[in-house]
């Protein structure tokens, strides 16, 4: 490991070929989406004709990173029937593949055969790993980011099979 631990910031800035996100659970309790959740559960939806009410910082980010030829890719792992809260961010993942992310959901179920890391995970260039841990409620409990050969094949080896069983966003139906 280097003597400088970069930030996700850096990773992502830095990322040249490939930025992977892993997500495992069925809920998240992470604070800047409370808000949204709410009104979501209030019956606010986002207009995707009303780009500039849903656009936001992250997917500025994105789109940036993919202008720069990285591709993005984000697993999600879900329970079925699905979580009030998984409804939630499929309805919203309209806005993540407006910026350039390619997204697929996994039904748990299918997931069985398939080795899996601990927590969700970043994995930049196949070479950094961020790992995000959480508490039992959801709620963000900190990051922890390594450059560890064998986490990062672990999580490559993880993050393609589940994408190749997984199925692409405006292919999937809630359950």
């Known amino acids: 490991m280097p003597s400088s631990v970069p930030t996700f910031d850096e990773l992502i800035?830095?990322?040249?070929?490939?930025?992977?996100?892993?997500?495992?659970?069925?809920?998240?309790?992470v604070d800047y989406e409370e808000g949204p959740f709410a009104q979501w559960r209030n019956g606010f939806r986002h207009n995707p004709?009303?780009?500039?009410?849903?656009?936001?910082?992250?997917?500025?980010?994105?789109q940036e990173t993919v202008g720069r030829g990285v591709v993005v890719r984000r697993a999600?792992?879900?329970?079925?029937p699905v979580s009030e809260y998984t409804?939630?961010?499929h309805d919203g993942t309209f806005t993540n593949v407006a910026a350039g992310e390619q997204v697929r959901w996994?039904?748990?179920?299918?997931?069985?055969?398939?080795?899996?890391?601990?927590?969700?995970?970043?994995l930049f260039?196949?070479?950094?790993?961020?790992?995000?841990?959480?508490?039992?409620?959801?709620?963000?409990?900190?990051?922890?980011?390594?450059?560890?050969?064998?986490?990062?094949?672990?999580c490559a080896e993880a993050f393609e099979a589940v994408w190749s069983s997984a199925i692409p966003h405006d292919q999937y139906e809630i359950r």
């Open 49 to 62: 004709q009303d780009r500039a009410s849903w656009w936001r910082p992250w997917l500025d980010l994105i």
């Open 13 to 29: 800035a830095g990322c040249t070929r490939s930025a992977v996100h892993m997500e495992m659970r069925d809920s998240y309790a």
């Open 106 to 122: 996994l039904p748990r179920r299918r997931a069985s055969g398939i080795a899996l890391p601990g927590n969700d995970f970043w």
């Open 125 to 154: 260039d196949e070479r950094w790993v961020h790992w995000n841990h959480f508490a039992g409620d959801g709620s963000w409990t900190g990051e922890e980011i390594t450059d560890d050969p064998a986490a990062a094949k672990l």
């Open 76 to 80: 999600r792992i879900v329970s079925e």
């Open 87 to 89: 409804r939630f961010l």
